[in-house]
């Protein structure tokens, strides 16, 4: 079991940047890899980012150069360092894990809102 608690979502301007946190506890050990979703009400819930156990890191297409997703050594936070957002960035943002068994676990959200 995995617990994931996202943090860091707020109102922000266009252009402006954001960082979001995932508070991640519980069996880490067995983390195989860590995601950040989005998703806007009537939307399908679009992948955002990833880094693996290894240490990759990849990106979707929407947000590649803008976002970063970071991890700390002890798998017990994973961040996502948002630049040059836009009013499209606007979204609830999900913190993801998946297991070597691969479970999947996810946190509760928080919302990102980019307008001036």
């Known amino acids: 079991q995995v617990n994931l608690v996202e943090s860091g979502g707020g109102l922000v301007q266009p252009g402006g940047s954001l960082r979001l946190s995932c508070a991640v506890s519980?069996?880490?050990?067995?983390?195989?890899?860590m995601n950040w979703f989005r998703q806007t009400p009537g939307e399908e819930r679009e992948w955002v980012a990833q880094?693996?156990?290894?240490?990759?890191?990849n990106y979707g297409e929407n947000v590649k150069g803008r976002f970063t997703i970071f991890r700390d050594n002890a798998w017990k936070t994973v961040d996502l360092q948002m630049a040059s957002l836009k009013p499209e960035d606007t979204a609830m943002y999900y913190c993801?894990?998946?297991?070597?068994?691969?479970?999947?676990?996810w946190g509760q959200g928080t919302q990102v809102t980019v307008s001036s």
């Open positions: 993801n894990c998946i297991d070597y068994a691969w479970s999947n676990y």
């Open positions: 519980g069996s880490i050990d067995n983390i195989n890899t």
């Open positions: 880094i693996t156990r290894s240490g990759m890191k």
